[in-house]
């Protein structure tokens, strides 16, 4: 079992900047992904950033340049550093663990933090 605790969200201006950390807890498996994913009003859910224990990472289009991805394996944390927000990337932040084990893969969701930007 992992556990997710976020923190960080907030309500900024356009053109500010936030930092959300997510706390895990529990086994975290020498093959794992840590990731952000946010959910804004009327859409799906949608990936913004992940990162391996290894340390490589990806991005969805839309925060490449502002936003990145960061872990601390020894303290079991991962953090998203959001520069240059817009209104567009207010939305409820969820922090996401996978567990690879042979083929399978387990996942784990935080509860959320809400991060709103003003126009």
């Known amino acids: 079992q992992v556990q997710l605790v976020e923190s960080g969200g907030g309500l900024v201006q356009a053109g500010g900047s936030l930092r959300l950390s997510c706390a895990a807890s529990?086994?975290?498996?020498?093959?794992?992904?840590m990731g952000w994913y946010r959910q804004a009003p009327g859409k799906q859910r949608e990936l913004v950033a992940r990162?391996?224990?290894?340390?490589?990472?990806n991005y969805v289009e839309t925060v490449k340049g502002r936003f990145t991805i960061s872990r601390d394996n020894a303290k079991n944390m991962v953090y998203l550093q959001m520069n240059s927000l817009k209104p567009e990337d207010t939305a409820i932040y969820y922090c996401?663990?996978?567990?690879?084990?042979?083929?399978?893969?387990?996942?784990?969701w935080g509860r959320g933090t809400q991060v709103t930007v003003s126009s």
């Open positions: 529990g086994s975290i498996f020498s093959r794992n992904v």
């Open positions: 990162v391996t224990i290894g340390g490589v990472t």
């Open positions: 996401n663990a996978v567990n690879y084990r042979g083929m399978g893969a387990i996942d784990y």
